[in-house]
């Protein structure tokens, strides 16, 4: 079962649910591997600790034009969605940055003048928790281009029970990139206004998406009771409710498994996850 975790915004406490979840559901004796997909700013190894055991780099496809083939029709810079070829007089440009590596350009090129070449753009790293099996990628400073790292972090995943993508944060590409085929998306938020607000981003998404998803409201003992009214009106199935504690809060900041450090956070954990492996009612 494929899992991910993500929010609509940032500081919701995503990632605390996610190595959570893996730690209790470890600790029960499933099989678990812990995905972290948010690629440009990885942090769950903050939390679980592991131990690398292999290190590799993260590779793209890119184009390259041979100038001796290329006739400048201009073929490969209309067929590209993403304005990462251009024709410009007698040159055709390639901006790498922008670069989708969908191969499109290759196959419409009629002169057979662009082959692909990899180009490094990040790590991945894999190891072990414990019993939990961890995989995480690093996107290259500077690299714009997500997708093809956490796609290679989603490649990784060994065969386990339960699989957990931690999730960028937010609603665009590389979110859409690390929920593509999950099981079952569980949407963090909490009872804020800016909690709401990036929820129902993150709900159009989903639907967009056509995902199982339910939420998890964090600190759900602040705040207002707009979310739950915005739920319970969409037919959204809430399925735990973390209160805010300062032990969780102190556990997180000293780099902590919160899950360990604080029992009543790991039996709301417990629960979440029961519900998930009995088919919740999303
Ligand atoms: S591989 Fe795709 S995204 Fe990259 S330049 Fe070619 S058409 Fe554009
Ligand atoms: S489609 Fe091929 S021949 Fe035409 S401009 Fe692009 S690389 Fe050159």
Redesign the pocket.
Known sequence: MKIAIASGKGGTGKTTVATSLAYVAASDGHSVAYLDCDVEEPNGHLFLKPQIIREEPIRKWI?V??PD?????????Q?CRYGA?A?VGEE?LIFTELCHSCGG?LL???????REVPKPIGRLRTGKSGQVEFVEGVLDVGEAMSPPAIQAVKDTAPDVELILYDCPPGTSCPVIESVRGCDLLLLVTEPTPFGLHDLKLAVEMARALKLRFGVVINRADMGDREVWDYCSHQRIAILAEIPDELAVAEAYSRGEMAAESVPRLAEQVRRLLEMILSGAPV
């Open positions: 184009p034009v041979d083939r290329c006739t400048h029709c201009g073929l490969c810079s067929a070829i024709c055709t350009c419409v090129c009629p002169e057979d003048a662009i």
